[in-house]
């Protein structure tokens, strides 16, 4: 029962910052997904006898795909297939089940934050063992496979029904469809004392979560609601849809605009916060206050160890490279060792496996620890739950105390979306050949101290990981970031990273945009972006 199909490679196969992500049509064109499938298989030495985890965030063709995936799974002579029911694992719950069960890795069919639909994208991610992305060795040789594919082999079966827990047998392989949510659920009541954050819900705190009708609704159901007591009507947006009802499921403060607003209402409730399409991003919100992501993660590293997963302190922490210094001020205090990495979990994996890192933290709303090899959205939010269920006290008092301990890294990341590839890339390559000159001089307001074409080494395997993004410093405390993003499908999205410290006592409740006005108008100055972009201004400010 097992087909072997005649096939050519296919152009552009190449897996980005997170997986292979495309236009969902893309996906759908005949063949294109058992190409890629195929050459996953090819490029990890085979699935023969080896255990793998399978399920997406539920967006269009998500079932469809996992049915293919099976299929190849079973002609390729896996031994297990363990499948999320509806064929649906969060990036996180994922992550947790391969490292649970210990499987040999996992196909995650998600693109993430991207929109889905029969317009929006789709995307394949292959985690290793460990539970995180597969590091570039492994995806060089899953692309390398894509360009010398001449056949893919799948099973000749029905499909199976995904809608119910349980056992099947197909050929030499055993499938097995779990609940999606208890494993995940289970872990988190391991990390987070939840009788202190039953007590502070009982207690009349009002929280507000937005699933943005992407993954984590059953999830923040069954934790928040049914294990926390917090009232039904506190998650929002909590069914799952094939195209997240229209939406662009990306947790931050453009996107999550129906959750600002009732946060930023008179009678918000006191937490808000909100997950994306694969679950695996969060954006935390207090009454009237955005916690920027490098601010979350700053916050959570200096407070871990209130929850009983953390108790014992952190072995060390790390942020991609454009997430802020905040991290940085913490584990200096805190005599923390500090990693900064290219942008991307995946460099993060190294450093959890060796126990270098207990927490990890990236800009792009991606917080996570050593619980598993993913970021985690639910994770974060519990975190700050459990945080605040021992504080008592309002986010902004919060944030308030942290910076004066601290000082404020004022950060905001503009993005330039859907650009001219060519221009953007020019604009980069120019920028990057005048680095080693810029010392010295000044910009607008600004003066240059020190500039970089960041490159990254493992200090675990030794690889070494170039062009990562332009680095800039400054004399006035102030970083500027340029890079090319490494997920969009269409053209090229150009991300600005600006960021300046305030120490403090004075200075510390400025509006971001306002503080940072010197490290754009340097900007300006030094890479002429406007006019080689064309664009007056950028599409999206976080
Ligand atoms: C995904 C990755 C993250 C990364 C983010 C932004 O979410 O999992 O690790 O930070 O994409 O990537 P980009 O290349 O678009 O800036
Ligand atoms: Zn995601």
Redesign the pocket.
């Known amino acids: 029962m097992i087909t072997t199909i005649a096939t050519t490679p296919i152009e552009g196969q190449k897996p980005g910052?997170?997986g292979l992500r495309k236009k969902t049509r893309v996906f759908r064109t005949p063949g294109y997904l058992e190409n890629f499938v195929q050459s996953i298989w090819n490029g990890i030495g085979g699935l023969q006898g080896k255990t793998l985890v399978v399920g997406g965030d539920g967006r269009f063709f998500n079932a469809d795909a996992v049915q293919i995936i099976i299929k190849m799974a079973v002609a390729a002579r896996a031994a297990k297939v363990i499948v999320g029911q509806d064929g649906l694992l969060s990036t996180p719950a994922a992550s947790n089940l391969i490292r649970l069960r210990g499987a040999d890795g996992g196909v995650i069919l998600s693109a993430?934050h991207n929109p889905g639909g029969l317009d929006g994208d789709f995307g394949v991610k292959f985690n290793t063992a460990n539970g995180g992305p597969a590091p570039e060795s492994v995806t060089d040789a899953i692309f390398k496979a894509t360009t010398t594919i001449t056949t893919y082999q799948i099973a000749e079966s029905p499909d199976i029904d995904l809608s119910s827990v349980g056992t099947i047998h197909l050929g030499d392989t055993v499938v097995e469809l779990v609940d999606p949510v208890s494993d995940y659920a289970a872990l988190m009541e391991q990390l987070f004392d939840f009788n202190a954050i039953r007590a502070l819900m009982a207690g009349g705190f009002r929280l507000r979560f937005d699933a943005m009708h992407a993954v984590t609704g059953p999830y923040a159901r069954e934790i928040l609601v049914n294990r926390l007591g917090a009232p039904e009507d506190c998650v929002m947006n909590a069914v799952p849809l094939p195209d997240f009802g229209g939406g662009h499921p990306d947790p931050n403060p453009v996107w999550a605009h129906e959750l600002m607003a009732v946060m930023m209402a008179d009678d918000a409730p006191d937490f808000g916060a909100a997950s994306d399409g694969d679950g695996?991003?969060n954006m935390i919100v207090g009454r009237g206050v955005y916690v920027t992501p490098s601010d979350s993660l700053a916050v959570i590293a200096a407070n871990a160890h209130l929850a009983p997963g953390y108790d014992k302190g952190l072995a060390g922490v790390a942020r991609?490279m454009p997430t802020s210094c905040a991290l940085d001020r913490v584990a200096q205090a805190c005599g923390l060792d500090c990693y900064a990495t290219p942008?991307?979990?995946k460099f993060f994996g190294n450093l959890l496996d060796t126990g270098r890192a207990t927490l990890c933290g990236?800009e792009?709303a991606?917080t996570g620890s050593d619980h598993i090899r993913e970021?985690d959205g639910l994770w974060a939010v519990l975190m700050w739950l459990n945080i605040l269920a021992h504080k008592r006290c309002p986010v902004a008092d919060v944030m308030a105390a942290h910076w004066r301990e601290f000082g404020r890294d004022y950060y905001s990341r503009h993005d330039y979306e859907e650009v001219d590839a060519a221009a953007a890339q020019e604009l980069i390559t120019d920028l990057r050949a005048r680095l080693d000159a810029l010392a010295g001089q000044d910009f607008g307001p600004l003066t240059v101290t020190q500039a970089e074409d960041f490159s990254y080494l493992d200090p675990v395997d030794g690889s070494v990981t170039v062009h990562q993004g332009l680095q800039i410093h400054f004399k006035q405390g102030a970083r500027l970031v340029l890079r090319l993003?490494?997920?969009?499908t269409a053209g090229a999205?150009l991300?600005v990273y600006m960021e300046r410290y305030a120490t403090g006592p004075e200075g510390l409740t400025q509006d971001a945009q306002s503080a940072l006005a010197p490290v754009i108008a340097a900007t300006d100055a030094l890479s002429d972006l406007k006019t080689r972009l064309g664009r007056e201004a950028p599409d999206v400010v976080t």
Do not use: A, I
């Open positions: 910052t997170s993430s695996d991003r991609s942008t991307g979990w990236e792009s991606g970021k993003s490494g997920t969009g999205t991300r």
